[in-house]
């Protein structure tokens, strides 16, 4: 599996603005369309700093139209939030350690 974990953070003085966004977001990207599947929909935490915000969607990663559909979803949804100020966020991409053992044990030569 690979898992797609978005952060966000952003200052605590954009909260609401940022609220706002994400309901927009939710309407016209709805959970249910988000290709994979949702591991944790959204996560908050606060800190001195700000905001921070992660979601996981999990994806099969040898499907290589799942993975490639969620990530232009991803990046479609993620750049409503690019107006706010200070917003600012990372997509990376992680495998469990099963998968990765495997993607190197293809890797290497025999």
């Known amino acids: ?3 797609i974990v978005i ?5 605590s003085h954009k909260n609401a603005e940022a609220i706002k966004k994400y309901l927009e977001v939710l309407k016209k990207y ?7 599947k949702l ?3 959204v996560a908050v935490t606060t800190s001195k700093k700000g905001i921070k915000t992660m979601r996981i969607i999990e994806t099969k990663m040898d499907d290589a139209q799942a993975y490639a559909d969620a ?7 993620m750049a ?3 107006n706010i100020e200070g917003y600012e966020y990372t997509i990376r991409n992680w495998s469990t350690i099963g998968e990765a053992m495997r993607s190197i044990k293809r890797e290497s030569p025999e």
């Open 7 to 11: 952060t966000c953070w952003y200052p």
């Open 39 to 41: 591991v944790i929909p």
């Open 30 to 36: 709805p959970p249910s369309k988000v290709p994979g």
């Open 71 to 77: 990530s232009r979803m991803i990046g479609e949804m």
């Open 1 to 3: 599996m690979t898992y």
């Open 80 to 82: 409503e939030f690019l």
